[in-house]
């Protein structure tokens, strides 16, 4: 079955650095678009960076755009981001996501805590 396991969350100061790490398995990695998105508490989920199956495009919630870069490693079924000078603002938990045949399949969460 699809599997989405994510890793790498904890808590930092502002302006720091964390790398997330997803590790996918239960279908064709390279086939498909791999997204994270995150939630804030109290608000709803959204969308944060989204890959193309050969990393040939990467896109970006306006928020985050300059500090966060998405990456994949279709060799090893990962998916990363990579999370720059972070803000109070970014502390969410952070989801991993695909969309197979119109179904989302998510990971767990992975908590994200910036905080001086």
């Known amino acids: 079955q699809v599997q989405l396991v994510e890793s790498g969350g904890g808590s930092v100061q502002p302006g720091g650095s964390l790398r997330l790490s997803c590790a996918a398995s239960?279908?064709?990695?390279?086939?498909?678009?791999m997204t994270w998105h995150r939630q804030a508490p109290g608000k709803e989920r959204e969308w944060v960076a989204g890959?193309?199956?050969?990393?040939?495009?990467?896109n970006y919630v306006d928020s985050v755009k300059g500090r966060f870069t998405i990456s994949r490693d279709n060799a090893k079924n990962m998916v990363y981001l990579q999370m720059n000078s972070l803000k109070s603002e970014d502390t969410a938990v952070y989801y991993c996501?695909?969309?197979?045949?119109?179904?989302?399949?998510w990971g767990q969460g992975i908590q994200v805590t910036v905080s001086s």
């Open positions: 239960g279908f064709t990695f390279n086939f498909y678009t």
């Open positions: 996501n695909v969309r197979l045949t119109s179904r989302d399949y």
């Open positions: 890959i193309s199956r050969s990393s040939g495009s990467a």
